[in-house]
């Protein structure tokens, strides 16, 4: 193979993320299995079987699957295995340093009865990914979310660009944490979800599994990332005003 053939196959961060950008506007399915091997591809996806399928496609590996070992054409992404992957055969690395770095993955990791979420960066503060059904496959920002870690991918080649730094969420974001979170803003999450169809068990203020199941459960019906988690979109949807950090 020639230097200049060798040099066509390397896999870039920077071909990931204009791959990634040929496919904002397709639709979102949540749950459903992407044949990583299928060049052709146009959706739907969701955002686990997006950056698995991109992965596939520039660096001819599986990451992110279940197995990464199987056959391409049933790998089943999800963004716990992400996370897995992270710690055993990808390289963590900070937020701050993922976002300047194009085609590089941003993780919200997920909770048990939830999803996490995941997305490419541009390089820039912004992202492509698989939103959500409500919104399919989008061009937006890391700025104002929550997000636990970076990812790059060992066999990927990546140049990073110039600093950037991920503003933090201006607004409390309720979920389950190992120390349930409570006060008045969780009771009126919890009445709105009941008053939406949606049981959370008893109100009483505490944000415990029941009033997580909820949340998924009203995220699906209204099209928004299931992550079980309250932050300003969620809020907005169930008629509330997000409550500002203190």
């Not at 204009?18 to 955002?47: M, Q, S």
């Not at 496959?137 to 700025?143: E, K, N, P, Q, R």
């Not at 919890?190 to 009483?204: N, T, V």
Request: proline content about 6%; aromatic content about 8%; some cysteine.
């Amino acid at each position: 193979m020639s230097s200049r053939a060798a040099l066509a196959t390397v896999a870039t961060g920077d071909a990931l993320l204009a791959l990634a950008r040929r496919h904002i506007g397709e639709k979102y399915v949540f749950g459903v299995l992407v044949p990583k091997d299928n060049p052709n591809w146009t959706g739907p996806w969701d955002c686990a079987e997006f950056a698995s399928w991109l992965t596939f496609q520039v660096a001819r590996k599986l990451y992110g699957c279940s197995s990464n070992s199987c056959m391409p054409g049933i790998a089943d992404a999800f963004s716990g295995f992400w996370q897995r992957d992270a710690g055993a055969t990808a390289h963590r690395v900070s937020i701050r340093q993922a976002a300047q770095t194009p085609g590089a993955f941003i993780l919200r990791s997920p909770q048990a009865g939830a999803i996490g979420h995941i997305v490419v960066s541009d390089g820039r503060g912004g992202t492509v990914e698989a939103h959500s059904a409500k919104d399919g496959v989008i061009a937006s920002t890391l700025a104002g979310r929550r997000w636990e870690l970076g990812i790059l991918v060992p066999e990927i080649q990546y140049s990073a660009g110039g600093d950037i730094r991920v503003a933090a969420p201006k607004q409390k974001i309720y979920r389950l944490t190992s120390l349930f979170m409570q006060g008045p803003a969780v009771r009126l999450i919890q009445q709105q979800l009941r008053a939406a169809g949606f049981d959370p068990g008893p109100i009483d203020g505490v944000f415990g599994p029941h009033t997580q199941a909820a949340v998924v459960a009203f995220q699906l019906a209204k099209g928004l990332v299931p992550d079980g988690e309250v932050g300003p979109v969620t809020a907005r949807a169930l008629g509330i005003k997000a409550a500002s950090k203190k």
